[in-house]
């Protein structure tokens, strides 16, 4: 990764730019952990960032009432287990001590994953997290602790699906339709266009505007209806490239598309092979609904690459 961070480094000057200070790789166990630590040390390469892996952890033998299991006995047992995760830590993260300026590793006791890390979360500017496993591909996406932690981080959440392989093209999702949220899109790109300059990625910008080819016929007959369809794109184009050079940020293509954007975005962002796609999510809708207005299971289930979201925070 140095050769594709070091000839970006002139690229970002005067440029607004994300806080990416601290980094928390998290999970509830150690699957996936090292794929992701690895991208948290990209990303540190070119940050400078401190990097804290941790895990959170429980067992029921913490309610094990007293007369069973007394209070000194249990306290034992609870840091022997404790201990055993430390040292799986302590293997990921040892071959990068050498290679990483600040990273260290903590287990986390709580018998609420999401609650043990949001609550670890309040100093640290990105959550890397690797996408919970299970017996079905269709299920991946689905786990509780992927989507709470969606839902309720402050900071932007990575979710981790596989290696950083070709990380040529980074896809930022915005909706340029609804201004109350233009600072929410704002983020996105700010938060994009950081990570395309850690990944030496060319950014690209999609944005889905409506189809009207079911109404065609009854609106034809009353409406310009190419026109209405070219004043959508239109809008948004200005909207999009007003962003852009507001935020002196280097775009290499927008794609304006008619269409849902629950069937847009995914499928523009596989086409060009992004490894990592940025959405918005809003806090006060939870993640039953996007701001680039379609559910995010569906979009993010249907990527194929990496996906961080950028939380709307309630006023």
Same mark, same amino acid.
Request: charged share 25%.
């Given at each position: 990764?140095?050769?594709?961070?070091?000839? #970006?480094?002139?690229?970002?000057?005067?440029?607004?730019?994300?806080?990416?200070?601290?980094?928390?790789?998290?999970?509830? /166990? =150690?699957?996936?952990?090292?794929?992701?630590?690895?991208?948290?040390?990209?990303?540190? @390469?070119?940050?400078?960032?401190?990097?804290? =892996?941790?895990?959170?952890?429980?067992?029921?033998?913490?309610?094990?009432?007293?007369?069973?299991?007394?209070?000194?006995?249990?306290?034992?047992?609870?840091?022997?287990?404790?201990?055993?995760?430390?040292?799986?830590?302590?293997? +990921?993260?040892?071959?990068?001590?050498?290679?990483?300026?600040?990273?260290?590793?903590?287990?986390?006791?709580?018998?609420?994953?999401?609650?043990?890390?949001?609550? @670890?979360?309040?100093?640290?500017? =990105?959550?890397?997290?690797?996408?919970?496993?299970?017996?079905? +591909?269709?299920?991946?996406? #689905?786990?509780?602790?992927?989507? /709470?932690?969606?839902?309720?981080?402050?900071?932007?959440?990575?979710?981790?699906?596989?290696?950083?392989?070709?990380?040529?093209? =980074?896809?930022?999702?915005?909706?340029?339709?609804?201004?109350?949220?233009?600072?929410? #899109?704002?983020?996105?790109?700010?938060?994009?266009?950081?990570?395309?300059?850690?990944?030496?990625?060319?950014? @690209?910008?999609?944005?889905?505007?409506?189809?009207?080819?079911?109404?065609?016929?009854?609106?034809?007959?009353?409406?310009?209806?190419?026109?209405?369809?070219?004043?959508?794109?239109?809008?948004?184009?200005?909207?999009? @490239?007003?962003?852009?050079?507001?935020?002196?940020?280097?775009?290499?293509?927008?794609?304006?598309?008619?269409?849902?954007?629950?069937?847009?975005?995914?499928?523009?962002?596989?086409?060009?092979?992004?490894?990592?796609?940025?959405?918005?999510?809003?806090?006060?809708?939870?993640?039953?609904?996007?701001?680039?207005?379609?559910?995010?299971?569906?979009?993010?289930?249907?990527?194929?690459?990496?996906?961080?979201?950028?939380?709307?925070?309630?006023?």
């Amino acid at each position: 990764s140095e050769a594709m961070t070091d000839q #970006n480094t002139d690229k970002t000057k005067g440029t607004t730019t994300a806080k990416l200070d601290r980094l928390l790789i998290a999970n509830d /166990s =150690l699957t996936g952990m090292d794929i992701a630590l690895n991208k948290a040390a990209i990303i540190e @390469h070119y940050t400078g960032a401190e990097l804290m =892996l941790a895990e959170v952890i429980y067992d029921t033998i913490a309610e094990e009432p007293p007369e069973v299991l007394p209070p000194q006995q249990q306290a034992v047992l609870i840091e022997g287990l404790k201990a055993a995760e430390r040292n799986g830590l302590e293997q +990921l993260v040892a071959p990068y001590r050498d290679r990483v300026a600040s990273i260290d590793h903590e287990v986390l006791w709580n018998k609420n994953a999401t609650t043990g890390i949001i609550e @670890h979360l309040a100093d640290f500017d =990105l959550l890397i997290k690797p996408v919970s496993q299970h017996t079905q +591909l269709v299920d991946r996406l #689905n786990a509780p602790l992927d989507w /709470s932690l969606m839902r309720s981080a402050e900071c932007p959440v990575l979710i981790s699906k596989q290696d950083w392989r070709d990380t040529s093209v =980074l896809v930022a999702a915005v909706d340029a339709a609804d201004t109350d949220h233009q600072p929410l #899109n704002q983020q996105i790109l700010i938060v994009a266009n950081d990570l395309a300059n850690v990944l030496g990625a060319k950014l @690209h910008v999609v944005c889905a505007y409506p189809s009207l080819g079911q109404k065609r016929g009854e609106l034809q007959v009353a409406m310009d209806y190419d026109g209405i369809k070219a004043d959508m794109r239109d809008s948004r184009d200005h909207l999009i @490239h007003g962003l852009i050079s507001e935020l002196n940020i280097e775009v290499a293509e927008i794609h304006l598309l008619e269409g849902k954007p629950g069937a847009v975005i995914p499928a523009t962002a596989n086409e060009l092979g992004a490894a990592v796609t940025v959405l918005g999510t809003a806090a006060r809708r939870g993640l039953s609904q996007l701001i680039i207005g379609n559910t995010a299971e569906r979009i993010i289930e249907a990527l194929h690459g990496d996906v961080v979201t950028v939380r709307e925070l309630a006023s």
